[in-house]
């Protein structure tokens, strides 16, 4: 079981920048490939980023590419998504999940562990 803590949220102008950090419990977090989704008012969820267990690979979402960095910390169970270039499209709240298997995916369905998620708001 894992157990997924998100911070880092809030208000920022677009341009600007915010950084998310998802605190996991548990041991074995460093076994785990890792997301970022993101849900904005009456539209579904959808995939922001992910990375592999070791840090290797990290995949992305089109509009976000060259804006958002996910990263991790195995040694602090943490992992982070700088995101940059902030856009009011971005507003949405921000889930960070998690796969125990490892293996980077973009589809939810592929992380069973969830946080609680966390508001970030665009102004323009």
């Given at each position: 079981q894992v157990q997924l803590v998100e911070t880092?949220?809030?208000?920022?102008?677009?341009?600007?920048s915010l950084r998310l950090s998802c605190a996991a419990s548990g041991r074995t977090f460093s076994s785990h490939s890792m997301a970022w989704?993101?849900?904005?008012?009456?539209?579904?969820?959808?995939?922001?980023?992910?990375?592999n267990?070791?840090?290797?690979?990290?995949?992305?979402?089109?509009s976000v590419k060259g804006r958002f960095t996910?990263?991790?910390?195995?040694?602090?169970?943490?992992?982070?998504?700088?995101?940059?270039?902030?856009?009011?499209?971005?507003?949405?709240?921000?889930y960070c999940?998690?796969?125990?298997?490892g293996v980077a995916y973009s589809t939810s369905n592929e992380y069973p562990y969830w946080g609680q998620g966390i508001q970030v708001t665009v102004s323009s």
């Open positions: 880092g949220g809030g208000l920022a102008q677009a341009g600007g989704f993101r849900q904005a008012p009456g539209k579904e969820r959808k995939f922001v980023a992910s990375i267990w070791s840090g290797s690979r990290t995949y992305y979402t089109d996910i990263s991790r910390d195995n040694a602090k169970n943490t992992v982070s998504l700088q995101m940059n270039s902030l856009e009011p499209e971005d507003t949405a709240v921000y999940a998690a796969n125990p298997g």
